[in-house]
């Protein structure tokens, strides 16, 4: 690991305190998000899409359903699907701080290098999310990658080119399993992926599963068994995860009543709808909403 940090980490870490420096969150490069975090985190909600996050400082644990990911420096943890999660960044110092990226991964760029690849079986989906150690040979094409966010006249020829050279290698290693299930249209993550993208497209609808079945093209016993397999959730669940992450959402930017925002991602009952929201975010909607905004809030010494 002193090697792996010596020799490869040493130049992510530098680049992305630069970047962040100088961009914060969001880079020049499209899909290309920093991180920079100085203390341990509280929960964090979030949605992750298909993308690779490598971490150079500090370390996270990201839950997906009640299955921990936990990944440190020389560690990367790599999505293959649209999954809702619960993160918490566990080290991080003023000194020391929380250091990592995510790059979003293009499905269509996937399949076009699957062609390039031989011996591609269908296998059964497995988890949406997996933790790798970052290989030497993906720490080079990264550093250009970052390091085009000095050189915005090179980034719109440069990085698309070395974003196939990442995925090629992301393929080809390790991770390839999870990549090709992405790239193949009849695969069963990719059949997951159909139906999840229904529930997120009608989140506030009443689920039918059986409905979701058939765009999987599965049966419903098939389906709930692989739709589990890769969230570590029902499709209730999900869809429940799902609405109240919106929720906190139109908490923060809708002056509506609490009442009305639960109506409108779906639930039929107020007192419900601010049990689920408490049970997962910690407090009532109304409450965390106005915390939230407060801590949002500039403070003005008078």
């Known amino acids: 690991m002193c090697g792996m940090e010596n020799q490869h980490l040493a130049p992510l ?23 920079s975090v100085t203390a341990p985190t509280g929960p964090i909600h979030a949605v992750y899409r298909p993308s ?29 699907m649209e999954v809702p999660i619960r993160a918490e960044i566990t080290r991080a110092t ?51 990658l970052m390091a085009l966010c000095d050189r915005p006249r090179d980034i719109a ?20 399993p999870a990549l090709r299930q992405i790239g193949l249209a009849g695969s069963h993550m990719a059949r997951i992926g159909r139906a999840i993208a229904c529930i997120r497209e ?11 079945a058939e765009v999987a093209g599965m049966s419903p016993a098939t389906f709930h068994r692989h ?13 429940k995860q799902l609405r109240l992450q919106e929720a906190r959402r139109l908490l923060l930017s809708d002056s509506a009543d609490v009442a009305r925002i639960g109506y409108a991602i779906g639930y039929e009952s107020p ?12 407090s009532p909607p109304g409450r965390d909403g106005q915390e939230i905004r407060r801590s949002l809030t500039p403070q003005v010494d008078s």
């Open 13 to 35: 870490k530098e680049l992305i305190a630069r970047q962040w420096q100088a961009h914060g969150r969001e880079t020049p490069i499209e899909g290309l998000f920093l991180t």
């Open 52 to 80: 690779l996050c490598v971490v150079a400082q500090g370390a996270k644990t990201s839950m997906l359903g009640e299955r921990a990911y936990r990944y440190d420096a020389g560690k990367c943890l790599i999505a293959s």
């Open 94 to 144: 003023p000194e020391r701080p929380y250091l990592a990226f995510s790059l979003a991964l293009d499905p269509a760029t996937i399949s076009d290098l699957l062609l390039e690849l031989d011996g591609i079986d269908d296998a059964p989906a497995g988890a949406a999310l997996a933790v790798h150690a970052l290989r030497s040979d993906l720490a080079d094409p990264l550093c250009r």
């Open 157 to 176: 020829i440069l990085a698309p080119l070395i974003r196939r050279e990442i995925t090629w290698l992301l393929l080809n290693g390790p991770m390839g």
């Open 202 to 212: 009608g989140f506030a609808d009443q689920l039918n599963v059986r409905q979701l």
């Open 227 to 239: 739709f589990k397999s890769v969230t570590a959730m029902t499709p209730v669940q999900y869809q």
């Open 271 to 282: 007192s419900q709808f601010s049990r689920e929201y408490r049970r997962l975010f910690g």
